[in-house]
């Protein structure tokens, strides 16, 4: 992986001469899918508090959970890293599966792709 990188890095300085910027990385997919990908294992943030702007009714496993509108509801980042409920390739860095999400038009990126908010909550 880190001859990949090296090469990535050559080739974009072949194309872009010059000090490092941002367009450089532009040139550097690989690169670019490392640093999602570490990011995505070990967060920066580690939970986002978000309220609630309308009622959100949840039925899972036959329970019925209703969280009332104005309500604060946290999500912890790390959670589908957790071994007791992912499976796991989730746990392992990967950034070919960084890379293929990537490519994916935003709708249709796995979860792994990135993180969105609900458009409900």
Not at 53 to 73: C, L, N, S, W
């Amino acid at each position: 992986m880190q001859e990949k990188l090296y090469e990535e890095q050559v080739e974009a300085f072949k194309k872009l001469p010059g000090p490092l910027s941002m367009e450089h990385f532009e040139h550097m997919p690989l690169l670019h899918a490392c640093v999602r990908e570490t990011l995505r294992l070990r967060p920066p943030i580690m939970a986002i508090m978000r309220r609630v702007k309308k009622e959100v009714v949840i039925e899972a496993e036959g329970r019925r959970y209703v969280i009332p509108k104005g309500a604060q509801v946290g999500s912890c980042i790390s959670t589908p890293r957790c071994p007791a409920i992912a499976s796991p390739c989730v746990c392992s860095l990967s950034s070919a599966r960084r890379l293929l999400a990537l490519r994916q038009p935003h709708g249709q990126r796995p979860a792994a792709g990135g993180v969105g908010r609900p458009s409900h909550l």
